[in-house]
């Protein structure tokens, strides 16, 4: 018997897309590694198979598929179908992470120890940070908003196996903020190896010239590096 995702996620297959997204957001916050230190092993296949089943059932064709095949036949479908074959490859503590940002992307960090989304590699080497570079009009520096970012990254697949990904990121840019700020993702850059420590992600803010007007350098308060730990504290 294949894996009812519906009730990985603790939702009635009637369910609607925000009962997936509640299902996901409450399983996922009481399964986390990091809630769980003394079942570590038992919690992360249980956040994986979570972060599978929401990737599944939020993806109405997938959801389709799987409603009419189940697990077998979503991942192995019927020869001659033309069916691309489902298998689940994401990062499930990116996933965590880009949920809960996505829900306020200028909120403050929803827990206390949501500070980096891999736990047990703190020893371990990280990896080399990726530095992205924001370009930003000066509306937006002076009143705030919120950018989407997509970013070329190196991550590891369930096999053990590096792959990239185009990953769409969060920035709340804050009122204020001035060319030069450092905004640090935690957790959020490549990781290439499982013996090492997923590396960081950087963003760099740039004020954009006004279209015709020639950009004309000059010095700026770089200010102390914000460090999110995979969001952005409010203001």
Same mark, same amino acid.
């Given at each position: 018997?294949?894996?009812?995702?519906?009730?990985?996620?603790?939702?009635?297959? &009637? /369910?609607?897309?925000?009962?997936? $997204?509640?299902?996901?957001?409450? &399983? #996922?916050?009481?399964?986390?590694? *990091?809630?769980?230190?003394?079942?570590? #092993?038992? #919690?992360? =296949?249980?956040?994986?198979? !979570?972060?599978? /089943?929401?990737?599944?059932? !939020?993806?109405?064709?997938?959801? $389709? $598929?799987?409603?009419?095949?189940?697990?077998?036949?979503?991942? %192995?479908?019927? =020869?001659?179908?033309?069916?691309?074959?489902?298998?689940?490859?994401?990062?499930?503590?990116?996933?965590?992470?880009? %949920?809960?940002?996505?829900?306020?992307?200028? /909120?403050?960090?929803?827990?206390?120890?949501?500070?980096?989304?891999?736990?047990?590699?703190?020893?371990?080497?990280?990896?080399?940070?990726?530095?992205?570079?924001?370009?930003? &009009?000066?509306?937006?520096?002076?009143?705030?908003?919120?950018?989407?970012?997509?970013?070329?990254?190196?991550?590891?697949?369930?096999?053990?196996?590096?792959?990239?990904?185009?990953?769409? !990121? &969060?920035?709340?840019?804050?009122?204020?903020?001035?060319?030069?700020?450092?905004?640090?993702? $935690?957790?959020?850059?490549?990781?290439?190896?499982?013996?090492? *420590?997923?590396?960081?992600?950087?963003?760099?803010?740039?004020?954009?010239?006004?279209?015709?007007?020639?950009?004309?350098?000059?010095?700026?308060?770089?200010?102390?590096?914000?460090?999110?730990?995979?969001?952005?504290? #409010? /203001?």
């Amino acid at each position: 018997m294949g894996k009812d995702y519906y009730g990985v996620l603790g939702v009635p297959r &009637t /369910a609607t897309t925000p009962e997936v $997204r509640e299902g996901y957001r409450r &399983t #996922a916050m009481k399964w986390h590694p *990091q809630r769980n230190p003394g079942s570590k #092993a038992e #919690a992360e =296949q249980r956040f994986r198979d !979570i972060a599978e /089943a929401y990737d599944v059932l !939020i993806d109405p064709l997938r959801r $389709r $598929r799987y409603d009419d095949l189940g697990e077998k036949g979503l991942k %192995f479908p019927p =020869q001659g179908s033309g069916v691309e074959p489902y298998q689940y490859v994401g990062d499930p503590f990116a996933l965590f992470a880009s %949920f809960f940002a996505d829900a306020n992307p200028l /909120a403050a960090a929803y827990e206390q120890d949501y500070n980096g989304f891999a736990p047990g590699l703190d020893k371990k080497e990280a990896e080399k940070p990726i530095e992205v570079k924001v370009a930003c &009009t000066l509306a937006e520096l002076q009143d705030g908003s919120a950018r989407r970012v997509s970013v070329q990254r190196t991550r590891l697949g369930p096999d053990g196996k590096p792959f990239q990904e185009s990953k769409l !990121i &969060t920035l709340p840019v804050r009122a204020g903020w001035k060319e030069g700020m450092r905004v640090t993702f $935690r957790g959020e850059g490549d990781h290439t190896s499982a013996s090492k *420590q997923p590396g960081d992600l950087i963003f760099v803010i740039e004020e954009k010239a006004f279209p015709g007007n020639e950009h004309v350098e000059a010095p700026c308060d770089e200010g102390p590096p914000v460090d999110t730990g995979g969001d952005v504290p #409010a /203001a």
